[in-house]
């Protein structure tokens, strides 16, 4: 009974503030918000000269916001290994059932021609998306996810051995980690060159290099968001 009396009490104490908070927050959409006042106006003024990115969106999440943009490609890498732990544990622990004889249905021969025909041109959609996320809409969340579907899709209609090729299991875990690695390569180089985590140069001279440290941060992105989905669903059962 003590127990639960300390639990609701803490739970006042920590929900008070915060209601407190919410009720000096402006009603919702008001245009006296600071997003509408003065914070969405700086960003297209000076977006593109301070955080190195003609896309405006690409500027504010890795820029401006770059330490939230970690923070959700950590949390992305975490919840999958915990996706995995989950997937492994209960697949060792599962009861071995006997192998069905009924033979395996094949593939249509018409949706391997269409997919072994897009797949090229889907791939370079996808580096496409990765490559020029800082200066048109797309990036590294947008081009790993199709690139993660072209993959399942490969996978689908090739032999075992074809997609282990594709996608070998040895390198998987360095580059489920691509995301937080590269994020932790760019930040490093910002804090030694420039003085801060994260920082990118705002001297013209030094332009060339903003779009570098943004496309490798891309490119870890993506890389590890496809990454993630192909390891998800081959724990899940690729060959069932």
């Known amino acids: 009974m003590m127990r639960r009396a300390l639990v609701a009490a803490l739970l006042v104490i920590a929900a008070v503030p915060l209601m407190l908070a919410m009720a000096e927050l402006p009603p919702h959409g008001s245009p006296e918000t600071p997003a509408y006042t003065h914070v969405s106006s700086y960003y297209l003024e000076h977006g593109e000269?301070?955080?190195?990115?003609?896309?405006?969106?690409?500027?504010?999440?890795?820029?401006y916001r770059g330490f939230d943009t970690q923070g959700e490609v950590t949390v992305i890498f975490t919840s999958m290994a915990a996706v995995l732990a989950v997937v492994l544990l209960d697949e060792k622990n599962r009861p071995k059932q006997p192998v069905e004889t009924a033979e395996k249905i094949p593939v249509s021969i018409v949706v391997k021609f269409i997919v072994r025909v897009l797949a090229p041109f889907?791939?370079?959609?996808?580096?496409?998306?990765?490559?020029?996320?800082?200066?048109?809409?797309?990036?590294?969340?947008?081009?790993?996810?199709?690139?993660?579907?072209l993959i399942i899709a490969l996978m689908l209609v090739m032999s075992e051995s074809g997609a282990e090729t594709?996608?070998?299991?040895?390198?998987?875990?360095i580059l489920q980690a691509a995301a937080p690695i590269a994020f932790c390569i760019v930040g490093l180089i910002g804090l030694v060159l420039f003085g801060d985590y994260l920082a990118y140069p705002r001297d013209e001279a030094l332009r060339w290099l903003g779009v570098v440290l943004l496309t490798v941060t891309e490119i870890g992105i993506g890389v590890g968001g496809a990454s993630v989905i192909v390891r998800i669903f081959r724990a899940m059962g690729a060959d069932r």
């Open 166 to 173: 594709l996608l070998p299991r040895k390198p998987e875990h």
């Open 122 to 149: 889907i791939a370079l959609f996808a580096v496409y998306v990765v490559l020029n996320g800082h200066v048109t809409p797309g990036g590294g969340f947008q081009g790993g996810t199709i690139a993660g579907a």
């Open 49 to 63: 000269e301070e955080a190195g990115a003609e896309n405006i969106v690409t500027g504010v999440i890795l820029n």
